[in-house]
């Protein structure tokens, strides 16, 4: 049998509605919720569109830093960037593979460096100048521990983060990185964020603490989205 025609019997075949089950870290100690197939879609959906606001369009390169536990974000952004024709590769988010993303980022010169955390900094900046690496790069979107070392040396670096089992993503006014409202509900209480299901959301997930210190920010961003917005103190500590 061609490979045509089993990916073509594969596609007929039936698939459970379950995409992945979603462990993350919570104020209690991990969690667990259901990701559907339809609400990973919209998910692709929602972050194709976010990371358009950031320029990104067919032709281009991206490199993406992420762990195998974080399939759950990490396929939703692969999908994005597969919608809008970004060559892409991966690097592992630990810092035990800084050196794959030193490779990558020569050898693809990428438009964006996606999920770029401070282990990977940390590995990088033994053998080369962090601010002369990524300065250059037109986006980079960093997580929380990362985000004020670049900043710190010149880097214009937006969030990106987990914030629960959601995927809060800063747009170019880096004004705290958005939530997609429709998907999911986000607040602060006693300065630490929550997370419950939203209105489109299927599978259930009541308020949960997430122990994760910052605000939420409601009403129209700069850019033109209605979603709530996060800001992390970690973010805005000091590098």
């Known amino acids: 049998m061609a490979r045509a025609d089993t990916l073509a019997r594969a596609r007929e075949l039936d698939r459970p509605e379950l ?45 993406l830093t992420a762990s195998g536990f ?92 987990p914030v629960g089992p959601a995927l809060a993503l800063e747009c170019p006014e880096r004004g705290g990185a958005h939530v997609n409202g429709a998907e999911w509900r986000v607040g602060d209480r006693d300065g630490e964020l929550f997370v419950a299901a939203g209105e489109q959301r299927t599978s259930p997930l009541p308020e949960t603490p997430l122990g994760i210190a910052g605000r939420v920010v409601s009403g129209r961003c700069g850019c033109g989205s209605e979603d709530p917005r996060v800001l992390l103190a970690e973010t805005d500590r000091p590098s």
């Open 19 to 63: 995409a992945y089950l979603v462990r993350f870290f919570a104020a209690g100690g991990t969690r667990e919720t259901e990701l559907t197939r339809a609400e990973l879609a919209r998910d692709t959906d929602w972050a194709t569109a976010r990371l358009r606001e950031h320029g990104l369009a067919p032709g281009q390169r991206a490199l």
């Open 70 to 161: 974080e399939g759950f974000w990490g396929h939703a952004v692969i999908g994005a960037l597969r919608a809008l024709k970004v060559t892409y590769g991966i690097a592992e988010a630990m810092g035990w593979d800084h050196r794959r993303t030193s490779v990558f980022h020569r050898e693809l010169r990428p438009h964006a460096v996606i999920g770029l955390s401070a282990e990977t900094l940390e590995g990088l900046a033994g053998g080369a100048d962090i601010g002369e690496m990524f300065r250059a790069t037109p986006v980079v979107l960093a997580r929380p521990a990362a985000v004020p070392v670049l900043r710190a040396v010149g880097v214009s670096a937006c969030l990106l983060s």
